[in-house]
């Protein structure tokens, strides 16, 4: 007897549109599936798309290589400038 092994959940949603679809996670790529409306019964087409990489700036070690225990380098902060008197005032009317 051979066992099972759990890879991924898909959820039912809804477009809006009003159409059926699939949608989770397998592992960092995101899984969807769509009803083939050409197909005899019911067939979905699945499909995998993963994060496009992120541009390293300065060089830095990217995050596929970064452990998630090693310190994030900390970003200088930016000075506060002071706001201008009446630069918060919106109209509120829509609220």
Known sequence: M?????????SERT???GNRYLSGWLGKASVVAFLDREADGEVWNVFLSTPAPKPSGDGAQSNASRSP????KRQPSRPK???QPGELDDDVSDL
């Open 2 to 10: 051979s066992e099972r092994v759990h890879l991924f959940d898909l």
């Open 15 to 17: 477009s809006a549109a």
């Open 69 to 72: 225990f090693t310190p994030r």
């Open 81 to 83: 400038r002071a706001m």
